[in-house]
Each structure stands twice: as C-alpha cells, then as structure tokens.
C-alpha cells in the first residue's frame, strides 16, 4: 500500500484494533506506515499530521505495546513520542 492508502485506513484499523487487540493486520500495517513516514509526514498539511499522530495515540492507548509491534517501528513511536519495549502480558 501506499502512504496515502494507509492514511485512509487508519482509523479503520485503529477502530478494530480498540475492539479487538488481536486483529491479524496491525502489524504488516504498522510496519508499512512506520516505513513510509519520514518521507511522507513532512508534506501532510498540519490538520492531516495532527489527524495522523491522533490516530497513532489512539492505537498505542487501545493496547499499548502488548499486542502490536511497536517495537520494531522507530519512526512510529518518536511520531507519538513513546518508548515500545517488549514485556510479559
């Protein structure tokens, strides 16, 4: 996908990922964004970055970093300013 298909499907995403923290596509999703980011982020208008880390704040306060992979996204995390780090559940 391209970074702005992702764009249209994260809220989407983040909405199933609050109702079910084991939806199988967060991953490969988070993964796909975390990568496009640097490059992509700085063109969004204001209103599209602050809707954009909206909806990363809301999927790392739906499940924190038990579930979805935020440890292997870098990009994703300073975004949000968070630190991922593996932990029991």
């Known amino acids: 996908m391209k970074f702005p298909d992702l764009?249209?499907?994260l809220y989407p995403i983040a909405l199933?990922?609050?109702k079910d923290?084991?939806?199988d596509c967060i991953d490969g999703f988070m993964y796909s964004l975390?990568?496009?980011l640097p490059d992509e982020m700085?063109?969004?208008p204001e209103d599209d970055r602050?809707?954009?880390i909206a909806g990363l704040n809301w999927?790392?306060?739906s499940g924190d970093s038990g579930y979805a992979d935020w440890v292997q996204c870098p990009n994703l995390q300073e975004a949000i300013g968070v630190t991922a780090s593996w932990h029991d559940t």
Do not use: H, M, Q, S
Request: hydrophobic share 45%.
């Open 7 to 9: 764009l249209f499907y």
């Open 16 to 18: 199933e990922y609050e």
């Open 21 to 23: 923290l084991r939806i």
């Open 34 to 36: 975390d990568r496009c």
């Open 42 to 44: 700085p063109k969004l």
């Open 50 to 52: 602050e809707a954009l």
């Open 59 to 61: 999927i790392w306060t």
